[in-house]
């Protein structure tokens, strides 16, 4: 079962915040995201582990709540540059890595 | 990058005809996935691979089969296309260590 994200699409000006929410209704090993630009293929963005860790991407940053099988992905001042689609993916355990996505959250960064 | 290489990039082919999808990949990865995008849906694993000749289903398997008879290559086949295979397909390649996914550039394929 897919994950769901939140927002499905979010419009910022150059410099604000966004969250963007993943709730699964599964247990989680790990949790991944990834960003998409319109006709690109995904980048991966980073992963979460297990244990609640928070991780860091330049301005970009996430947090794991194992308990509720959530992850949340921060972006702050955001820059043209972050705009695009970003999806969650969702790893239950297992040695095959096999990730579920999520439908996705469209942002759109404004001058 | 990744060294991942797809081939074609872009096809249309008719109804009923089988198609196949290569990807390519130069690190010597052991894990390959098959993934279909499609509007609203995201991307969804058709089949994956964690080695040479051991795949298997993902959430969208029916209508699809694959092989990887080498580590770098990983077939995918559409053994009678449908329209509702109309869409993008992204290969990607895992590591080991650290649970990373590359993606390829994509097939957009076209089933009239």
Known sequence: QQPVQSPQAVILREGEDAVINCSSSKALYSVHWYRQKHGEAPVFLMILLKGGEQKGHEKISASFNEKKQQSSLYLTASQLSYSGTYFCGTDSGGATNKLIFGTGTLLAVQP | ?112
């Open chain 2, 1 to 112: 990058d990744a060294g991942i290489t797809q081939s074609p990039r872009h096809k249309v082919t008719e109804t009923g005809t089988p198609v196949t999808l290569r990807c390519h990949q130069t690190e010597n990865h052991r894990y390959m996935y098959w993934y279909r995008q499609d509007p609203g849906h995201g991307l969804r694993l058709i089949h994956y691979s964690y080695g040479v000749k051991d795949t298997d289903k993902g959430e969208v398997s029916d209508g699809y089969s694959v092989s990887r008879s080498k580590t770098e290559d990983f077939l995918l086949t559409l053994e009678s296309a449908t329209s509702s295979q109309t869409s993008v397909y992204f290969c990607a390649v895992g590591t080991v260590n650290t649970y990373e996914q590359y993606f390829g550039p994509g097939t957009r394929l076209t089933v009239t």
